[in-house]
């Protein structure tokens, strides 16, 4: 019934992978570009690397993106702008004029040919001055621009932007009429008159200048000649100039529109398929055979997958709103989150599995690949104790400092100059980073939702202050002592062999918070002398010893301790005995059976757990010790650890020999300075 049941749950479990690594790949291959990928990697200024290149079939060559642009610039400059003049306007001031003149103009000291005179020569000005035309105010072109003007539909003058005249210069050229026309002593009422009365007669006609501007945009091709069939294109080891580029860009674009028609898409969509299973299943054989642990809980890979798919959602889609963007992604928050909840090499290996698929869908991959690798790297050996705020902020601008000379560093190669350098992508880089500091928020919804623990968590639950270490400390006071005893040793201990230190001093605040329940049971809370094990059998009293930590797992799910942590409170007595009671129980029944005087396990399984149980045993046992000196602290270290080797506790964690050896020296160490220990001076 139980090999039923096992192996029920193995079928169980790898169905889950399965249907979750089916449902991980059908994402990435459905948001990836269903075209035909070209065979070859080229980059501006490098030598071609594969053999001589010769033309498959007859092509276009295009023109660049940059000569279309200045083509079509140039063609804009030279398609005149179409202007409006509207008859009734000059009607309506000519009105006005004759008016006007008499209260600003006639000077009644003046004679009556006189003031025709100056009628005549300002209404003169004015009547040049609507010949060349008036505008509001500038149209935003160039001054050299030709200007058409049209009277009702009709070309009746031709001039340039620059040669009409606005409301903001009418005055300078009212100035410059009144000089040549001699009427210097009447500037400021001439001044005060054409303000008060003209009016613009031009205004852009929208629609025939934007015909115009279409009609000698469509005349520009976007090709510059052909390829014919077996024209070599480029020779093995030829420097990829920029004309060579365009040409291999042009075969490019052709190539893929050729191979990817309707009927060849089913074939690169398996194709897709393939290689994003592949690069998934590396992933997952990597965990399975090096992180057994996180291979064996499903939460953990499906954690894992998730944020691959999603680094790959958001890279693709923004490639599709704006190639340009593909730097905005915060790419390096994979390795970070997956460092930060697991180990550094899962995240760095995570996040080469990742990079290589976005190599499928940004463009100049190579480019792409080597600068998130190297960031990724980056990223996995700068971030260290991200509890701490300022490792974080240290990081990411180490990071962006990264991005920039990569980034710069390839400029150069396929650019050899500053000429076109542009500041933008060092802006997006630096946006980036910015983006890659929403880890720190991102990291605690993942705690809520998957149930994991980071060092953040574990930094927070460190504070004695919280409610179940301050409930131990007021129920249990030994104990609670002896609690921060054992961290203190753990977390030493921890740091000499590389364990995760701040996970074992959480491990050993709360692996006894069990005894809470009975904690006059325990020899380090009987302050009155008082043991009431001496009135009770030895069955009786080991199983009250023993069911501490049952009650520690409960009492640490209730106040929903993470997992993490309350497994330091089930394995850190693993399967060792209650020796004393069950010496006590044999000596009055010698068919005492030991599985009743033995804890439940299971053993540790990990480093750190292992580091636990010899910490808590050795500093429990050194309160026991009639005299203490250097060598009664060594025999005492020996003697429990070589016992837990011999019963096989450390058997099912990463935990080496040398390193065992090493924790030896550290208790040791660590103990006598407990102790105060001195050296004997002779009398």
């Known amino acids: 019934m139980s090999f039923n049941i096992n192996y029920l749950y193995k079928t169980n479990n790898l169905f889950y992978k399965a249907v979750l690594y089916a449902i991980a790949v059908g994402v990435i291959v459905y948001v990836f570009p269903k075209k035909a990928q070209f065979f070859y990697d080229y980059d501006n200024g490098k030598p071609w690397q594969s053999e001589n290149l010769y033309a498959p079939f007859d092509f276009a060559i295009k023109k660049s993106d940059k000569q279309i642009d200045f083509e079509r610039k140039e063609a804009l400059s030279q398609t005149p702008v179409y202007l409006d003049r509207d008859p009734e306007v000059w009607r309506q001031v000519e009105s006005q004029f004759n008016e006007a003149f008499e209260t600003f103009l006639v000077n009644s000291m003046d004679s009556e040919m006189d003031n025709a005179l100056r009628f005549l020569r300002v209404k003169e000005a004015l009547v040049g001055l609507y010949d060349k035309g008036i505008v509001a105010s500038g149209l935003g072109f160039f001054p050299e621009k030709t200007a058409?003007?049209?009277?009702?539909?009709?070309?009746?003058?031709?001039?340039?932007?620059?040669?009409?005249?606005?409301?903001?210069?009418?005055?300078?050229?009212?100035?410059?009429?009144?000089?040549?026309?001699?009427?210097?002593?009447?500037?400021?009422?001439?001044?005060?008159?054409?303000?008060s009365i003209v009016k613009p007669n031009l205004r852009l006609n929208v629609t025939v200048t934007q015909q115009a501007n279409n009609e000698a945009l469509s005349l520009i091709s976007e090709v510059r000649g052909r390829v014919g069939k077996g024209t070599i294109i480029i020779a093995k080891g030829e420097i990829a100039t920029s004309e060579k580029i365009n040409i291999l860009n042009s075969?490019?674009?052709?190539?893929?529109?050729?191979?990817?028609?309707?009927?060849?898409?089913?074939?690169?969509l398996f194709a897709y398929t393939i290689l994003a299973a592949m690069a998934l299943l590396m992933l997952l054989l990597f965990i399975r055979k090096y992180r057994p642990e996180i291979y064996e809980h499903n939460t953990k890979v499906t954690f894992v997958l998730f944020n691959v798919v999603t680094i790959v959602l958001l890279t693709t889609y923004a490639v599709q709103y704006n190639a340009d963007f593909v730097y905005l992604v915060p790419i390096c928050v994979l390795p970070l989150i997956l460092k930060t909840f697991f180990d550094a090499r899962l995240g760095l290996f995570a996040h080469v599995i990742t990079v290589l698929l976005l190599g499928f869908v940004v463009e100049q991959s190579f480019e792409y690949v080597f600068l998130q690798i190297i960031a990724g790297i980056v990223t996995i050996l700068t971030v260290t104790e991200l509890y701490k705020r300022v490792n974080l902020f240290i990081s990411v601008g180490q990071i962006t400092i990264v991005y920039l000379v990569t980034y710069f560093a390839f400029f150069m190669i396929q650019e050899g100059s500053l000429d076109e350098l542009t500041w933008e992508p060092f802006g997006m880089f630096a946006l980036?980073?910015?983006?890659?500091?929403?880890?720190?928020?991102?990291?605690?919804?993942?705690?809520?939702?998957f149930g994991l623990v980071s060092d953040v968590s574990l930094l927070e639950l460190t504070?004695?202050?919280?409610?179940?270490?301050?409930?131990?400390?007021?129920?249990?006071?030994?104990?609670?002592?002896?609690?921060?005893?054992?961290?203190?040793?753990?977390?030493?201990?921890?740091?000499?062999?590389?364990?995760?230190?701040?996970?074992?001093?959480?491990?050993?605040?709360?692996?006894?918070?069990?005894?809470?329940?009975?904690?006059?049971?325990?020899?380090?809370?009987?302050?009155?002398?008082?043991?009431?094990?001496?009135?009770?059998?030895?069955?009786?009293?080991?199983?009250?010893?023993?069911?501490?930590?049952?009650?520690?797992?409960?009492?640490?799910?209730?106040?929903?301790?993470?997992?993490?942590?309350?497994?330091?409170?089930?394995?850190?007595?693993?399967?060792?005995?209650?020796?004393?009671?069950?010496?006590?129980?044999?000596?009055?029944?010698?068919?005492?059976?030991?599985?009743?005087?033995v804890y439940h396990g299971p053993k540790p399984f990990s480093k750190e757990t292992a580091i636990l149980m010899m910490c808590d045993s050795v500093e429990a046992a050194s309160k026991s010790m009639p005299v203490i000196t250097a060598q009664t602290i060594e025999q005492l270290v020996e003697k429990i650890i070589s016992k837990q080797m011999e019963t096989d506790q450390f058997l099912n964690a990463n935990i080496t020999f040398r390193e065992i050896m090493q924790i030896k020296k550290v208790l040791k160490h660590k103990l006598a300075n407990i102790y105060h220990l001195r050296i004997e001076y002779p009398e």
């Open 148 to 195: 058409v003007i049209l009277d009702r539909q009709k070309q009746v003058a031709q001039t340039s932007i620059g040669q009409l005249i606005t409301l903001e210069g009418l005055s300078a050229w009212v100035d410059l009429e009144i000089d040549k026309l001699g009427l210097t002593e009447d500037k400021a009422s001439i001044q005060v008159l054409f303000r």
């Open 251 to 268: 075969l490019k674009s052709e190539f893929e529109s050729q191979v990817g028609s309707a009927s060849n898409y089913k074939w690169i």
């Open 432 to 449: 980036n980073g910015l983006a890659t500091l929403f880890v720190l928020p991102l990291i605690y919804a993942y705690e809520k939702i």
């Open 463 to 597: 504070d004695t202050n919280a409610l179940l270490l301050k409930e131990l400390s007021n129920k249990a006071p030994g104990t609670f002592h002896h609690s921060l005893n054992v961290a203190n040793l753990a977390e030493a201990v921890a740091n000499e062999v590389e364990a995760n230190a701040m996970l074992v001093r959480v491990g050993a605040l709360y692996h006894d918070i069990g005894k809470m329940k009975n904690p006059t049971y325990f020899i380090e809370n009987q302050s009155t002398g008082i043991n009431p094990h001496d009135e009770m059998e030895p069955r009786d009293s080991a199983q009250i010893i023993i069911n501490h930590v049952i009650d520690g797992i409960e009492l640490a799910k209730k106040h929903n301790l993470p997992d993490r942590i309350i497994d330091f409170i089930r394995t850190h007595h693993g399967t060792t005995m209650t020796y004393y009671f069950y010496s006590q129980e044999k000596s009055k029944n010698p068919l005492v059976k030991k599985e009743d005087f």
